[in-house]
C-alpha cells in the first residue's frame, strides 16, 4: 500500500513536525485501519515458552531465553470479553490495533515475528535454527493506524515501539538479555507502509530467576483500565510510591489526587509546583477529548511527560524514549495494583500554559492511574504447561 506523502517516512524529520503532530493535529471519526497481510511470508518456526528457562534462565540456552522473551513480552495474553478492544498484549496499543512489529535477525537470515499465531515468518531462504546471537528490529506498519488520525498516525506508532521496547528490556534483564540499540543498522525493507524505528543487538547479561518471575508477573498484571463502563476507580486511596519514583526523573509532572502520603497537588522533580490541583485537573478534562466518559478528577493521578522539540533530539528518539519511560511506569503501578492508561489525544495548548512551560516544550505523553473498582473476567491466551 503507499501512503499519503504526509505520513511517508522521509517526510517525519521535516522541521515542522513536531508541529504537525502536535498543535495541527487533526483526528476525525476512526476508520478501521489496515493491518499488514503476513501470509506471503512463509511460515517457519512456532515460538513456544520455554518455561525452564523462565524459571531457571542461568541454566537455559540463549535461543531459550530469547523465545520466550519474544513470546512473552510481544505477542498476545489475554481477552477481556467486555472490553471494547481486544485482545491485550505485555504493553498497550490505541484501540489495541498494534502497529509495532519485531523481525529477528541472526546469522542465517531473517524472520518477521507474526503474533497473532506466535510464530515466525521467513523473509529469506534459509530455514530456521535456533542461533547463539541475534539482532532485533522494531518496525512500525503505518497502515495499521486509521488514516483518520492525520499527523498523530506516526506518533502513535513509535510511542508504542517505546512500549514494546520497555516490555522487552523489562523481562529480557531477568533472562540475562540485554538489548542494546545499534546505531545504523540495515532494517529490512518490507515495502510501502513500513517503519524501520529501531535496531537492537541482544547481548549475553547475568541472568536473575526472582527478577524474571517478577518481570513476568507484571506483565501479565499490566492493565489500561477498565473499557466499557468508563475509566473509573474503586475511590480508595493509592500508594504513593511508584509515583514518587517517577519523579526522581525530569521533564515529569504528577497530578496527585488520591494518593497515600502524598497531599493532593502537582509535583514536578523539583517539588510541589505552584499550580492549583482542580486547576490541572480540570485543564485536562477539557483537552482530551477522547473517550466522552472520562473524569479526571475520580483517578487517582495523573502522570504528564513533557519533551523538548530542537534539532538535536530527534522526533523518533524522542518518541521512543517517551514510549518505554511510561512502560515502566505502567509496570511499576501493575506490580502495584494500579492500572495506566497511556493517552495523546489530548490540546496541548492549554496544559503547556498551565505548567508554564517553555516556548520548545510541550506535555508530549500522559497516563491516567488508578485502581480499577472490580476485577473484570479475563481469559488468558497462554497457558503454562510445565
Not at 505552584?274 to 477529548?289: G, I, M, R, T
Not at 506535555?363 to 479475563?378: E, K, Q, W
Request: net charge neutral; aromatic share 6%.
Amino acid at each position: 500500500m503507499t501512503l499519503p506523502t504526509p505520513f511517508l517516512p522521509s517526510t517525519l524529520l521535516a522541521p515542522l513536525h513536531a508541529l504537525e503532530q502536535s498543535y495541527l493535529k487533526q483526528v476525525g471519526p476512526a476508520r478501521p485501519g489496515q493491518p499488514p497481510h503476513l501470509d506471503p511470508y512463509p511460515a517457519d518456526a512456532p515460538l513456544h515458552p520455554d518455561w525452564a528457562a523462565l524459571d531457571q534462565p542461568e541454566a537455559a540456552s540463549f535461543w531459550a531465553r530469547l523465545g520466550t522473551l519474544l513470546r512473552l513480552a510481544a505477542t498476545p495474553l489475554r481477552v477481556e470479553p467486555h472490553a471494547t478492544y481486544n485482545p491485550h498484549r505485555a504493553y498497550p496499543s490505541p484501540r489495541a490495533l498494534y502497529a509495532a512489529h519485531v523481525v529477528l535477525q541472526t546469522a542465517q537470515g531473517r524472520w518477521l515475528l507474526d503474533p497473532h499465531r506466535a510464530q515466525l515468518r521467513r523473509l529469506t531462504h534459509a530455514a530456521f535454527t535456533p542461533p547463539q546471537a541475534a539482532t532485533l528490529h522494531l518496525l512500525g506498519h503505518l497502515p495499521t493506524v486509521p488514516d483518520s488520525y492525520g499527523a498523530l498516525r506516526p506518533t502513535l506508532v513509535a510511542l508504542e515501539a517505546g512500549h514494546l521496547l520497555g516490555a522487552l528490556r523489562h523481562l529480557g534483564g531477568g533472562l540475562g538479555l540485554r538489548l542494546t540499540e545499534q546505531p545504523g543498522a540495515a532494517s529490512p525493507d518490507l515495502g510501502p507502509g513500513w517503519w524501520p524505528l529501531l535496531s537492537l543487538t541482544v547481548e549475553e547479561g547475568v541472568a536473575d530467576a526472582g527478577q524474571a518471575a517478577r518481570a513476568w508477573a507484571d506483565l501479565q498484571a499490566r492493565s489500561s483500565g477498565p473499557g466499557p463502563f468508563g475509566l473509573l476507580t474503586d475511590q480508595q486511596p493509592a500508594g504513593a510510591a511508584p509515583f514518587q519514583a517517577a519523579l526522581r526523573k525530569p521533564d515529569t509532572v504528577l497530578l496527585a489526587h488520591n494518593l497515600t502520603g502524598l497531599a493532593a497537588g502537582v509535583y514536578s522533580s523539583t517539588g510541589l509546583l505552584p499550580v492549583p490541583a482542580p486547576a490541572l485537573a480540570d485543564a485536562l478534562q477539557h483537552a482530551y477529548s477522547y473517550p466522552e466518559d472520562l473524569n479526571v478528577s475520580a483517578l487517582n493521578a495523573a502522570v504528564l511527560f513533557t519533551a523538548t522539540y530542537h534539532p538535536d533530539q530527534p522526533f523518533l528518539h524522542t518518541q521512543l524514549a517517551l514510549g518505554e519511560r511510561a512502560q515502566r511506569l505502567c509496570l511499576a503501578l501493575a506490580r502495584a495494583g494500579l492500572f495506566a492508561r497511556p493517552v495523546r489525544a489530548y490540546r496541548e495548548a492549554p496544559l503547556d500554559a498551565l505548567l508554564n512551560l517553555p516556548a520548545n516544550q510541550t506535555v508530549a505523553y500522559a497516563l491516567l492511574c488508578g485502581r480499577a473498582p472490580l476485577n473484570d473476567l479475563s481469559l488468558p491466551l497462554l497457558r503454562r504447561t510445565a
